[in-house]
């Protein structure tokens, strides 16, 4: 989705006292997924305080349009609010496989999603993108570990986008007493069919570079304790937000809960509901017994 043109930046994050370790760009991902099946997690219940960062990244213009078209947006002059996450993706990759996480990377489950911007980016814009996990915390069925990805534009210290990313870590046990995630409202009603072709996760990933392999087939899914390919869960979020109507406000910000995987292929259903300062949304089976997705868009 990206590229980086090498520009330098102190950028957000430059300070933190664990350290910096600066990669060109984001990184091919099928190799380190590769790489996490070696891996062993460490034993200690921690996270490492490392933050990567790539300067003078520019998203590929062409890709943007393709990731437009494959969600519904429109192709305009300026990123979708969820682009900057796919430019941070590859480097929360790089985070976790070449750090030393209590856990592997392949089974980890994404339960929550966050976009926030303050100004729109142009699509052109060189950037600074910078990653760095900010916690870790008990959950009924492991541990969840919480990624935060800021965007500056190249060679400045304000960050104008920011993303967090929480993953289940199953069978991790941590100290303390699980803290339950907050509930995003679930609206119900007829709403939009959405059909979802079973290659969705094929095409997604080629667009992203998110070439996990619960996306990509069956075979691979079963491999990893799913029964089919699963859809991307940013992609899945990327088509709510674009449904309510075109791109989100200048400033804003949109939080997702993931619930249900959704298997593909799939019939689902696309729920929306307007309230004051924003919308409401979620994407149910269709017949609407289970939640896939519950969102919230906020104007800033």
């Known amino acids: 989705m990206g590229r980086s043109t090498g520009r330098a930046g102190t950028g957000p994050a430059s300070s933190q006292a664990a350290g910096v370790r600066t990669v060109d760009g984001p990184p091919p991902l099928a190799p380190l997924y590769a790489r996490s099946l070696l891996r062993r997690p460490r034993r200690a219940v921690d996270f490492p305080r490392t933050t990567v960062r790539a300067q003078g990244v520019r998203a590929d213009v062409e890709r943007v349009a393709a990731f437009c078209r494959a969600t519904g947006f429109p192709v305009r ?101 699980p803290v339950a995630e907050e509930r995003l409202p679930a609206p119900e009603g007829e709403g939009t069919l959405w059909r979802v072709p079973a290659d969705t996760g094929r095409e997604y990933a080629a667009l992203s570079g998110d070439v996990n392999p619960i996306h990509l087939s069956r075979p691979t899914a079963r491999l990893l304790g799913f029964r089919r390919a699963l859809a991307h869960g940013v992609w899945t979020a990327s088509r709510s937000l674009a449904a309510l109507g075109g791109p989100a406000p200048a400033a804003a910000r949109f939080e997702v809960a993931f619930g249900a995987p959704l298997l593909l292929p799939s019939t689902v259903r696309h729920v929306a509901r307007q309230v004051p300062g924003g919308w409401e949304t979620a994407v149910r089976s269709r017949d609407g017994s289970r939640v896939h997705l519950t969102g919230r868009l906020t104007r800033r």
């Open 77 to 177: 002059d300026v990123l979708p609010l969820p682009v900057p996450h796919l430019l941070g993706f590859g480097l929360q990759v790089d985070l976790l496989v070449r750090e030393p996480f209590p856990f592997r990377l392949l089974g980890l489950v994404h339960v929550r999603q966050s976009f926030e911007q303050s100004a729109p980016l142009p699509v052109d814009a060189p950037l600074d993108v910078f990653v760095r996990a900010v916690g870790m915390r008990a959950h009924q069925r492991g541990a969840t570990v919480e990624l935060l990805t800021e965007v500056s534009r190249a060679g400045t210290a304000q960050v104008v986008w920011s993303g967090r990313s929480r993953y289940l870590a199953r069978g991790v046990r941590m100290p303390g007493t």
